[in-house]
């Protein structure tokens, strides 16, 4: 079994910043590109930031400037540093990996979510 648990969300003021993390467990031959969405109420889900296996990131517009994609391969994890955070970042932030299960076989997989809010 394959899991991806994200930790690191919470209340914050605005102006603030929180550290996501993910971590994949389980029977990983190898990690692909991996990233982070989120889902604001009454809204659909988004891409916030991808990272390839080589480093390549990609933000969305509105988070530009702001927030950070990392990640650590030798320990299959991927970090969202989010900072002047502000409250129209309020929403549920879901990790999301391409994991090779074998040398052919390949999946998709979401964490659970965690939940991040902005505000006084």
């Known amino acids: 079994q394959v899991q991806l648990v994200e930790s690191g969300g919470g209340l914050v003021q605005p102006g603030g910043s929180l550290r996501l993390s993910c971590a994949a467990s389980?029977?990983?031959?190898?990690?692909?590109?991996m990233g982070w969405h989120r889902q604001a109420p009454g809204k659909e889900r988004e891409l916030v930031a991808g990272?390839?296996?080589?480093?390549?990131?990609n933000y969305a517009d509105s988070v530009k400037g702001r927030f950070t994609i990392s990640r650590d391969n030798a320990k299959n994890r991927v970090y969202l540093q989010m900072n002047s955070l502000k409250p129209e970042d309020t929403a549920v932030y879901y990790c999301?990996?391409?994991?090779?299960?074998?040398?052919?076989?390949?999946?998709?997989?979401w964490g659970q979510g965690t939940q991040v809010t902005v505000s006084s």
């Open positions: 999301n990996a391409d994991i090779f299960l074998t040398a052919y076989q390949v999946r998709n997989y």
């Open positions: 389980g029977s990983i031959f190898s990690m692909n590109a």
């Open positions: 990272i390839s296996v080589g480093g390549t990131t």
